[in-house]
């Protein structure tokens, strides 16, 4: 019994210090695997602080997104030939930034070789982003301006946590951009802190470098956490790196990147067709980043690459005696063929290079012309689709009859300089052709058509008014561009809704430059003969010739009151009875009912104060006074709400049309237009004048 009352004491005691001893073995090893894991985190932190590529051939830590992909030769192509698209690079581990006690970010160098092969040696999709992110692939990002970066909603927020160095090629008025060939420090905002034009420095004298040129070029950006600067250095690959930056900003990243972050590229494309590559890639966290082998990069395809087809292939003739009679067969359909397709090319034309089209590209682009591809027709011309044989962009073709060839050089350059005009709110004029007696003008294809048809003729599909006051906003932004933002004034001289073409989006975009005219900014435009359309012509424009962005902001009064009421300006009402509608919207305003003329096809779904606004806004740009409209900037502002719209109690209708002032009595509004009114909607003007006595 006492041996057995001892081995119950003994085993007491045993669970006793088993029971006190365990949370003491847990808590051991709990600490013993923390201490492991931070060695551990340690270890993959040193390795992924630095890391290099000659090129992407072993290249299993990259991250890709969209369209970005690897060439079989170890390029990194962020993007191909494809329209409105973006893609991503991402090293697939992430970065830590943060290692210290205090929380700043630590010092660091990343160099890469990049190159940017455009469709068009001028012309060229939005460009490259060297991008510091918290996350991979950028999610909710949008392509063209935007780089596949941020969208309209979060661009600027603070919360991106974001930095980034862009290598832009077009200029976005929107976000400040100083020209379309720049590199520029991002920090949450596509609004550049500091950018400087595409260059570098030798010899202390700046030499200029084109971005869109196809050559690799490659780039330093330093950030040293001491002086809380970031140096930005571009280059030629076959020159060493410049001693003088070309970009610096002081700026403490500590607040903007987190402990640990993602780097990568990223890139995107708008309506032309643009490679993006990067061909080597170093980056080293606290310390400089290993020097890229240059000799060890991969090739870029050769410039021409794509080959066009051949007018004519023949076989080797099998039977002797066939021979000739198959050679004579080709001799007359090459000379056919060369007269179907012959130009017009003088030497002057040579420097246009990749603004000519050749005519028989767009032979087959419209599939001979066919009248199954025609968009529609007008006063100046015929438009049809196509799509380009060799790069499959859809283009609209605008065939334009013309005899005298008096003013058709500088006619000619100013298509050209127009062709350089980038807005999002602007239909692209690519380039042109010229052909015997016609020119034609290549556009960029818009899928939805004209606005005219979703307003007239009881049209299939009706836009409600928030589409509607997105197109007119846009289409004013895009006025406003051409007025006072680009390096020349630009008059439109043709504003009308057939002109207002509408992307997939069924944003407003202004096209048809083909009546356009430019002059320098604070210079006065010269007399030209008077071309346009009945309703949109300014008083003045009627009486001096001259075309001024007064006589264009006429014409966008006329357009606001047709896309609200959802009638032409002038309209034939019965046997030589006409309605202007500038009148009809006056005469509602005159009895205190201005909304009883909006579009009954709107209903009552709209926002009334936008519609008045409208309403007012357009006769307050048809006044016949052109010092009394306002300016396209001062439009915009009314439009976006920035300024308040002026009273327009002294607004009256007199015989030379609306004006300030008081009459009692008014007869109806003439027109001071030189026409009969048997064909009042179609383009008015000699057409003949589009090309001779200098528009």
Known sequence: MLRLEKRKKNHRNNNYWVTRSIPKIIAMYLNLVAVVFLLVTVVASD??????????????????????????????????????????????????????????????????????????????????????????????????????????????????????????????????????????????????????????????????????????????????SAKKQIDVTLAPINVNKPEKPLVSFTKDLSPILNNSMYVGFS???????????????????????????????????????????????????????????????????????????????????????????????????????????????????????????????????????HESRQGMREFVAEIVSIGRLRHRNLVPLLGYCRRKGELLLVYDYMPNGSLDKYLYNEPKVTLNWSQRFKIIKGVASGLFYLHEEWEQVVVHRDIKASNVLLDSELNGRLGDFGLARLYDHGTDPQTTHVVGTLGYLAPEHTRTGKATTSSDVFAFG????????????????????????????????????????KDPNLGSDCRLEEVELVLKLGLLCSHSEHLARPSMRQVVQYLEREVTLPDLSLLSLSSTGLTFGHHEHFHDFPLSYPSSMDKPFHSYSVSESLLSGGR
Not at 58 to 83: F, M, V
Not at 285 to 291: E, H, I, K, L, R
Not at 567 to 587: N, S
């Open 47 to 224: 390795e992924d602080s630095s890391f290099i590529y000659n090129g992407f051939l072993s290249s299993s830590q990259i991250y890709l997104d969209g369209i970005a992909e690897l060439t079989s030769n170890g390029l990194l192509r962020l993007t191909n030939d494809t329209k409105q698209q973006k893609g991503h690079a991402f090293y697939k581990n992430p970065i830590l930034f943060k290692n210290n006690t205090n929380g700043t970010v630590s010092s660091f160098t990343t160099t890469f070789v990049f190159a940017i092969r455009s469709e068009y040696p001028t012309l060229s999709g939005h460009g490259i982003v060297f991008v510091v992110s918290p996350t991979r692939g950028l999610p909710n990002s949008l392509p063209s301006q935007y780089l596949g970066l941020f969208n309209k909603t979060n661009n600027g927020n603070s919360s991106n946590h974001v930095f980034g160095v862009e290598l832009d090629t077009i200029q976005s008025s929107e976000f400040g951009d100083i020209n379309d060939n720049h590199v520029g420090i991002d920090i949450n905002d596509l609004k550049s802190t500091n950018s400087s034009p595409a260059g570098y420095y030798y010899s202390g004298e700046f030499k200029n470098l084109s971005l869109i040129s196809g050559k690799p070029m490659q780039v330093w950006v330093e950030y040293d």
């Open 267 to 401: 890139s995107s494309t708008g309506s032309v067709l643009t490679s993006h590559y990067v061909l080597g890639w170093s980056f080293k966290v606290n310390g400089q980043s290993q020097q890229l082998i240059i000799s060890q990069l991969p090739k870029l395809p050769r410039l021409g690459d794509k080959q066009k087809p051949k007018i004519l292939t023949i076989g080797l003739p099998i039977i002797l005696v066939s021979l000739v009679v198959i050679v004579t067969l080709v001799v007359v359909r090459v000379i056919k063929r060369k007269k179907l397709f012959a130009e017009l090319l003088e030497d002057w034309e040579q420097e246009y290079g990749p603004q000519r089209f050749k005519y028989k590209d767009l032979y087959f682009a419209t599939k001979g012309f066919k009248e199954k591809e025609l968009l529609g027709s007008g006063g100046f011309g015929r438009v049809y689709k196509g799509v380009m044989p060799i790069s499959k962009i859809e283009v609209a073709v605008k065939k334009v009859s």
């Open 558 to 597: 006329a357009f606001l009151l047709e896309v609200a009421c959802g009638r032409r300006p002038i309209e034939h009402v019965g046997e030589g009875e006409t309605t202007i509608l500038v009148d009809k919207v006056y005469d509602c305003w005159k009895r205190g009912e201005i909304l009883e003329a």
